[in-house]
């Protein structure tokens, strides 16, 4: 019986050496921390992206009210009503004010960026002063703006008072208010790109614009010829983020106006969340939600095609 027992104990020894030998092994110790190290982000994508966005699919095939344990499934009703309708549709006039007005402003933030890498000393100061406005909260920046643009004692409307000029509904004509929401969007956003740019500027190797210095090349040749081809990477995520940008505005004309005066300054974004928990039609927003993520893909690669940019 000892002897059994005796046997045993070896067998066992002898397996466990055997797995602490392989456990040493490094292309093991290899696949043991990276399957480590993934399956925390893997687990968190499946959670937070993969799943959701088949749940949203799929509620985009009911008429689910976001309170009823049953889904109702109605096939392309939702999708059909949306491509059908022109109030809906209208609301992307506002997010094209938005969309235009930023990307005329490129240039400009590219412009900015140049002078702040080559001209004025100091940058990282005048780089914190642009950042700023993109930091700070979106309901603050809105309410900041409501004051400036009010019709009563607003900043702005007492300027114009002092100069004879009378007073302008910047928030209550359905003609400029998407004017106004823009231009505070502008004030709000213009701090990402010109970083953006000043960040690509500043990754051009100084020695190819010394070269081309010494070989007679202008500023401008320079800019043309070396500094924008080596500025695609960086110019494509600003378009992408501007397209992003100007489809997903919520928050400035959700606080300052309610998407008034009569709807006039409604975007897409805002009429989705009015769709889902003012008229209780989350099957429809799912829709919408779908469709906005669809047009963003597809700005996104008309840039990239426009850039000569593979992706």
């Known amino acids: 019986m000892a002897t059994g027992m005796t046997q045993t104990l070896d067998v066992d020894s002898s397996e466990k050496n055997k797995f602490l030998k392989w456990l040493k092994n490094d292309k093991v110790q290899k696949k043991i921390l990276l399957t480590t190290f993934l399956f925390v982000p893997t687990i968190m994508l499946l959670s937070f992206i993969i799943y959701p966005a088949i749940k949203l699919i799929y509620i985009s095939f009911t008429d689910w009210n976001g309170v009823s344990p049953t889904y109702n499934y109605v096939g392309f009703k939702n999708f059909i009503n949306l491509f059908t309708s022109n109030e809906l549709w209208k609301t992307l006039y506002a997010n094209g004010i938005y969309f235009f007005l930023h990307l005329i402003l490129i240039p400009v933030e590219l412009y900015i960026a140049f002078l702040l890498d080559r001209y004025i000393k100091g940058s990282e100061f005048f780089k914190s002063i642009f950042f700023m ?20 004692d607003g900043i702005l409307n007492a300027i114009l008072g002092l100069i004879n000029i009378d007073k302008i509904g910047w928030l209550s004509d359905p003609k400029i208010v998407n004017y106004s929401l823009a231009a505070v969007s502008l004030w709000r956003f213009t701090g990402m790109p010109i970083v953006l740019f000043l960040a690509g500027l500043q990754s051009i190797p100084k020695d190819m614009l010394e070269a081309a210095t010494i070989d007679g090349a202008s500023v401008w040749q320079q800019f043309c010829k070396i500094i924008m081809p080596n500025m695609k990477t960086v110019t494509s995520i600003v378009l992408f983020l501007n397209a992003r940008g100007a489809l997903m505005v919520f928050d400035i004309p959700f606080v300052m106006t309610s998407g008034g005066p009569r709807g006039s300054s409604t975007t897409f974004a805002l009429n989705l969340v009015k769709i889902a928990f003012d008229f209780e039609n989350f099957g429809l927003a799912a829709a919408m939600a779908i469709v906005l993520i669809v047009m963003i893909l597809l700005l996104s690669k008309l840039q990239n095609k426009l850039l000569g940019m593979k992706g």
């Open 133 to 152: 406005p993109y930091i700070i909260n979106g309901v603050a920046v809105a309410y900041m703006f409501s004051f400036l643009y009010s019709s009563e």
